[in-house]
């Protein structure tokens, strides 16, 4: 069966795709005649206005139907991605390259406006790809996954498609050249390609990525500290996991990292799965959230009764060390003096070796962290980059997503309900104490 190509047809599309459209936070599903909706609601598809969709969503959801749709006009998303092929032409003309064939789920996300490639949760390499080249931009997928991507992914960019079937994909390399015509990049080991890294186009993040990392950090927060809250001693690390994936996945966000640690695990481990270990005192939870490929990280810890002495000095101590960090992330700093600033505070909280136990985090943005930051770290903190510093202490952690502008650092996924550490240059968040 030959290749075939055609143009990705944007016609009878609905407005939003349908993975958006399992987002609990909606209160109306789009329709494609009035008769589809509830009495009251507008219907609306590919060419309706901004005015006539929100008609339709009550104001008290409006904030998160904008987080919960990867673009909320095709025009923004088609905007967005010319301004990253864009990126993507320069890169190319410095390499002397004649295309670039994009797989990485990560990139694939980041170019196409929040679009998904995969079919496994856990992949770094996703089923179809793109091809840029200088004059040209495709799809190549086989015949089982270009009719979704087609209709809920890329079908307002305008890529040509090249269709294979699927027991030819590993063809995939050589059509990719023979379209090009000439040397060949690719974000993956390909035959006869040279492999490339796409992560430094990432950044700067324009403003409509930093928009929906804002409400996805927002969501993010406010689901940790629901489960926090509603945890009681006896619950098992499964079941505190199961209850955060279950409202994360409600709100169209995947948990792409969840660790759950109870009582002495928080100690023993720094990277504990959850286990049918039964929590009676303390309990450590530790997300990596991803929606239109974005990753937000943030940690909290909860404990039934009063905090002991010992663990309270160790988290303030943590919080000092993550508030360092945070506040060392400034515009034009080496990421190695950032890291020496955290490890300074490390030292001066009275914990001087414990940087030594886990890494302190890093850039983050599409992956849960591009590099983790050491002291030989060259990169340079520039604005629309986004951080995730996750300093600990035996037995406690301090963790969240910030984004850097040229006016400051801001938190993203921060609860403004949870109790937080003051009195530091960036207040963090406490240890949540409940009734035991």
């Known amino acids: 069966m030959p290749f075939t190509r055609s143009s990705v047809s944007a016609e009878g599309l609905a407005l939003f795709s349908e993975r958006w459209r399992r987002c609990s936070v ?19 598809g590919a060419r309706t206005g901004s005015a006539a969709v929100l008609a339709c969503v009550p104001p008290q959801s409006r904030r998160s139907f904008f987080a919960g749709n990867r673009s909320f006009l095709h025009r923004e998303a088609e905007m967005e991605y010319e301004t990253k092929r864009e990126r993507v032409r320069r890169f190319l003309a410095d390499n002397g390259l004649a295309g670039v064939v994009i797989r990485k789920v990560s990139n694939f996300a980041w170019l196409t406006a929040g679009g998904s490639n995969f079919v496994a949760l856990h992949t770094d390499v996703g089923a179809s790809s793109l091809l840029l080249t200088r004059e ?62 796409l992560d430094h186009l990432h950044y700067p993040l324009v403003p409509e990525e930093i928009e929906r990392y804002r409400l996805l950090g927002e969501e993010a927060g406010k689901v940790v500290s629901s489960v926090c809250r509603q945890i009681v001693p006896g619950w098992s690390e499964f079941e505190v996991a199961a209850e955060a994936s ?7 966000i995947q948990p792409v990292v969840l660790l759950v640690a109870a009582d002495e695990r928080i ?39 009063a905090v002991s002495d010992d663990l309270a000095r160790r988290h303030r101590a943590v919080c000092e060390v993550d508030a360092a960090f945070i506040s060392g992330t400034k515009v034009g700093r080496k990421l190695s003096d950032v890291f020496a600033d955290g490890i300074e505070a490390y030292g001066r909280t009275g914990f001087p070796d414990e940087w030594r136990l886990h890494h302190q985090g890093g850039p983050t943005g599409y992956a849960t962290r591009y ?50 550490v003051e009195g530091l240059p960036v207040a963090r968040p406490d240890i949540l104490v409940r009734e035991g």
């Open 246 to 252: 279950r409202l994360f996945w409600q709100r169209g």
């Open 136 to 197: 040209g931009a495709y799809l190549l997928a086989n015949n089982i996954e270009t009719p979704r991507l087609a209709d809920e992914e890329v079908g307002r960019l305008g890529l040509e498609q090249v269709v294979m079937p699927w027991y030819e994909d590993d063809r995939l390399g050589e059509e990719a050249k023979r379209i090009a015509g000439g040397p060949l990049g690719s974000d993956v080991p390909l035959d006869g390609c040279r492999t490339v890294s």
């Open 26 to 44: 909606l209160e109306c599903s789009p329709a494609r005649s009035a008769e589809d909706l509830p009495r009251g609601r507008s219907a609306y």
């Open 267 to 305: 100690g023993r481990y720094r990277h504990p799965l959850a286990t049918a270990r039964r929590v009676k005192k303390t309990l450590l939870v530790v997300v990596c959230c991803r929606r239109a490929g974005l990753i937000v990280s943030l940690s909290r810890l909860v404990s039934f009764g």
């Open 371 to 420: 590099s983790r930051a050491t002291m030989r770290s060259a990169e340079v903190v520039s604005p629309g980059q986004a951080y995730a510093w996750n300093p600990s202490i035996t037995g406690t952690k301090s963790e969240d997503t910030v984004v850097v502008t040229d006016t400051g650092t801001q938190v993203i996924s921060a609860d403004q309900s949870w109790p937080m």
